[in-house]
C-alpha cells in the first residue's frame, strides 16, 4: 500500500520533529492539505509554510487543495516542487482544463470527490487523472469517524479504472486505521492518508509500517 501520512495533525510548534519522523518512517508521500475556510469550514495554512515543509522533507508532496478556485494556484503549488497538486471535483467548472494545467506545470493531476459525490461523474476523463482522491469523511478536520459507503465507491472506482485500461491511482482520505485500511485494501485501494490514526500513535513509525503491510 503507499502510505501518505498528513502533516494536518502533527504538532504546528514542533513541525521539525514530525518532518523529522515521517523522513525516517516508511511513507511515500507526506500529504499536505490546505484549506481556504470557504470550500471547507476550516483553514489550516498556507504557501510559505509548504515551502518550508517541502525544504526539511525527503518525502515526494502529495497536496490536496481544499480551495475554491484552484487553477489560481497551480504555479505556487508547482513552486513548492509538489508531485501530486490535487483539486476538489465539486469546484472545477472545467475540470478537463485544470487537470491539463496541472500536467503543462509538470505534476500528477489529483481529483478529490466528497463523499456524497457520484465515482461516475469522472468516467470521461479517468484516464487523464493520476490520482483519484476518494473523501472518506466530509473534509475539513482530522480525526473524523470513516464514511462506510465510500468502501463500495472503492470497488466502483477499481472497475472503471480496469475497464477504461487507465492507470489512475486510487488514494482514500479520512479515517484511515489499520481497520479501514484493511477494508479498503480489500476494496481496490491504492494509496492511504492517515492523519491522527498516525500522529496519535504511540509510536508513529510502527503505525505506518503497520499500513505500510495493508
Ligand atoms: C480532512 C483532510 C485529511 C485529514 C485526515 O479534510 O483532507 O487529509 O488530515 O485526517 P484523519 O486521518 O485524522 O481522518
Ligand atoms: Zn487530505
Do not use: W
Not at 15 to 33: G, K
Amino acid at each position: 500500500m503507499i502510505i501518505s501520512p498528513s502533516l494536518l495533525s502533527a504538532d504546528f510548534g514542533n513541525l521539525n520533529a514530525d518532518i523529522e519522523m515521517i523522513n525516517s518512517s516508511e511513507a511515500d508521500y507526506l500529504h499536505i492539505d490546505v484549506m481556504d475556510g470557504v470550500f471547507v469550514p476550516n483553514i489550516s495554512f498556507g504557501f510559505p509554510v509548504l515551502k518550508y515543509v517541502k525544504a526539511a522533507t525527503k518525502k515526494p508532496l502529495d497536496v490536496h487543495l481544499m480551495i475554491i478556485e484552484p487553477q489560481k494556484f497551480t504555479a505556487e503549488v508547482a513552486a513548492t516542487g509538489a508531485e501530486i497538486m490535487t483539486v476538489h471535483y465539486e469546484v472545477c467548472n472545467h475540470l478537463d482544463r485544470v487537470i491539463h494545467q496541472i500536467h503543462e506545470a509538470g505534476m500528477k493531476a489529483g481529483v478529490s470527490l466528497n463523499p456524497a459525490t457520484p465515482v461516475g461523474m469522472l468516467k470521461d476523463v479517468i484516464s487523464d487523472i493520476d490520482v483519484v482522491l476518494l473523501m472518506s469523511v466530509n473534509p475539513g478536520f482530522g480525526g473524523q469517524k470513516f464514511i462506510p459507503y465510500v468502501l463500495d465507491k472503492v470497488a466502483e472506482l477499481r472497475a472503471m479504472i480496469d475497464n477504461a485500461g487507465a492507470k489512475t491511482i486510487i488514494e482514500v482520505d479520512g479515517g484511515v486505521n489499520l481497520k479501514t485500511g484493511a477494508q479498503l485494501a480489500a476494496a481496490g485501494a491504492d494509496m492511504l492518508v492517515a492523519g491522527n490514526f498516525v500522529f496519535s500513535a504511540e509510536n508513529p513509525i510502527a503505525t505506518i509500517a503497520e499500513l505500510k503491510k495493508l
